[in-house]
Nanobody, 116 residues
Framework: QVQLVESGGGLVQAGGSLRLSCAAS????????MGWYRQAPGKQRELVAR???????NYADSVKGRFTISRDNAKNTVYLQMNALKPEDTAVYYC??????????WGQGTQVTVSS
């Protein structure tokens, strides 16, 4: 069964840190580009960060310098280290697995709330 399971969300004060994890099962993890997206109430889902099979990364401008995406292929897990969190980072964060010519795979999401 193909599954992405996120964890690590929660409530944190502005300036704090959280580390999100996404554990994949049922896929050959190493051939997928992995990404983190987020969706705030009333807004569209947006890309936060993405890491390719080769380890290349890209970030939304709003999180550059504060968030770091990484992957551990041996553990089938992708991480998002979030530092210097701001209230505007409040959203549901979704893990995504993507490869050419295949449907994207999504996790169920984890809530991140940053209080001011």
């Amino acid at each position: 069964q193909v599954q992405l399971v996120e964890s690590g969300g929660g409530l944190v004060q502005a300036g704090g840190s959280l580390r999100l994890s996404c554990a994949a099962s049922g896929i050959f993890f190493g051939i997928y580009t992995m990404g983190w997206y987020r969706q705030a109430p009333g807004k569209q889902r947006e890309l936060v960060a993405r890491i390719t099979t080769g380890g290349d990364t890209n970030y939304a401008d709003s999180v550059k310098g504060r968030f770091t995406i990484s992957r551990d292929n041996a553990k089938n897990t992708v991480y998002l280290q979030m530092n210097a969190l701001k209230p505007e980072d409040t959203a549901v964060y979704y893990c995504n697995a993507d490869r050419p010519s295949r449907s994207s795979i999504w996790g169920q999401g984890t809530q991140v709330t940053v209080s001011s």
